[in-house]
């Protein structure tokens, strides 16, 4: 299927992980990611945008493989020089790293849209892929608390995910529109498959759902929609999927997660880890097609061979 | 004296070496250190402001010992990142350098002044000498050169002085007005002396100089003005100033320095540096007082003692 296109949704380290894949297993035209800036923030007057930087930094090959997010080889001086002179350090922003911010704040300054200074950034590191921003619109995923409303960053970051989560809203959102490249995809009759990166459905995946146009067009789909769990044997593989779930008073597993999209008409696919195989008759039993696979990711083998497995699946399902 | 009051003017590194020893020279509550703001510059969309800095880290004991400039053990992670995604490296900032450019940036974004976030930085910084910025308001040293004009940071840093200078313009020094704690200490009673740091005339005092309010009160002075001679033995100890008083068609040697403050009202008392004794006449000539002494500042207690014989310089001819 050398004319096909695929398009994946991502957020961060999770996300990433999946996206390397996918760059590995499909000519660079056949792919296009779209990633999250719901979490997307202003600091020390700085335009932060961490998926799109874990995301661009993972197919750079210059991401930190300790922690997914980052640069490697990275050093903490400027973070360090803040505290000296009381400005706020809560948010971990490495010397190398801050390169990028620096220079994506100033070109948003001078005019240039978040897509084109992501563009610039990716020609830059000499990356192919096009890594798409889900929007040029300011969208702001806010997380409600019993304590009342946080700033994703404030939330994740600097309250380390302790207030109980009530729900979530994607300000901005109403009113954005999709990144001129994610709508072209959209419209692109090559668009074989949508897929959903093994992110978290509530924070990652939904800030690109919630733009008005991007449901409007997957409502009236021709073709299928494949997300990957995020979770496995119980446990999400990353950050606070798991906790915002049982927040939510359910389980953390992948059934779960298969509702959520499926409820909404936005699953024709899932795959899940091979552990899970208990939960297939349940997932199956939603109306959704199913694919049990080793879906932990630790190598880059893993990630490629998961991204053919999931690009095989969807081609049989479309 | 206890009483007294001294108000330094001073540039980058040759300024801030008597700065520091005046310093340690004097009770905080008797110094006022005015910096030359002239060679600030918007770089990469942060506010530099290279000599509050390199005056701010001399006094905390965090500048970089080996240059003047920029932090001690400082690491270059920022600068090697920025060139790698092919954004403009060719200004040296290191990483911990960069904490106080962020911080100052959105800080004068949220409507702070100048004055307000140097004073909040030296708080910081544990300082209580008052730094004071000659003016909240925006003055940019232009150096006029054969090929057109130059912002002075690209003059400096990226043509490294190379352009044949014909001369400098202070923009915006016309409508500029002193910082308020300036302007009250040129008001103050109990000032003493103006005392011109072993700072470059031309780029380091002048603008300082330029501004219509600072020149009017100098003019009907009641205090001596003494500078300190940034030449020694025909030679500035830093910089280009050599070169621009060649390019000027002058010897580079401290009568030149002395007769272009005294040409225009501004000099009552002129230190020279001993080895530069044979030169004591000439200058005397122009009717200034003057005293030799040793003015190359290696260690702490050369500036302590070279700032001691400043101030006793001044008290006698005040």
């Known amino acids: 299927m050398s004319n096909s296109l695929f398009l994946a949704l991502s957020g961060g380290v999770g996300g990433a992980k999946l996206a390397l894949g996918l760059a590995h297993a499909l000519p660079q035209e056949q792919l296009r990611i779209i990633v999250n800036t719901g979490d997307d923030f202003e600091h020390l007057g700085l335009h932060i945008s961490p998926d799109l930087d874990t995301v661009m930094y993972t197919l750079a090959g210059v991401a930190n493989p300790e922690t997914g997010w980052g640069r490697a080889d990275e050093s903490w001086n400027f973070l360090e020089s803040l505290g000296q002179i009381g400005a706020e350090n809560w948010f971990r922003l490495g010397d190398r790293d801050l390169a990028v911010h620096v ?55 600097r309250e380390r995910c302790a207030p109980q989560v009530t729900g979530f809203r994607f300000e901005g959102a109403e009113s954005a529109q999709p990144s001129p490249a994610f709508l072209a995809t959209l419209s692109d009759p090559r668009l074989r498959a949508l897929l959903l990166c093994p992110s978290n459905p509530f924070v990652s995946v939904d800030p690109i759902l919630a733009i008005p146009e991007v449901t409007t067009r997957l409502a009236a789909r021709s073709f299928p929609i494949v997300a990957v769990s995020p979770i496995v044997g119980g446990q999400a593989v990353k950050g606070p999927l798991g906790k915002m779930l049982g927040e939510r008073g359910l389980p953390c597993d992948s059934v779960q997660i298969a509702r959520y999209y499926k409820e909404r008409g936005l699953l024709d696919g899932f795959i899940f880890d091979e552990t899970d195989k208990k939960l297939e008759p349940e997932i199956a039993a939603l109306g959704v097609k199913t694919f049990a696979t080793r879906t932990v990711m630790t190598t880059l083998s893993d990630r490629t061979r998961l991204a053919r497995e999931t690009i095989a699946f969807a081609e049989k399902i479309a």
């Open 103 to 157: 220079e994506r704040t100033q070109r948003l300054r001078a005019g240039e849209s978040l897509s084109e200074v992501t563009a610039r950034l990716c020609t830059a590191l000499n990356l192919h892929v096009p890594i798409i921003p889900m929007s040029d619109f300011r969208v702001r995923t806010i997380v409600q608390t019993e304590g009342g409303e946080l700033d994703f960053q404030h939330y994740f970051v």
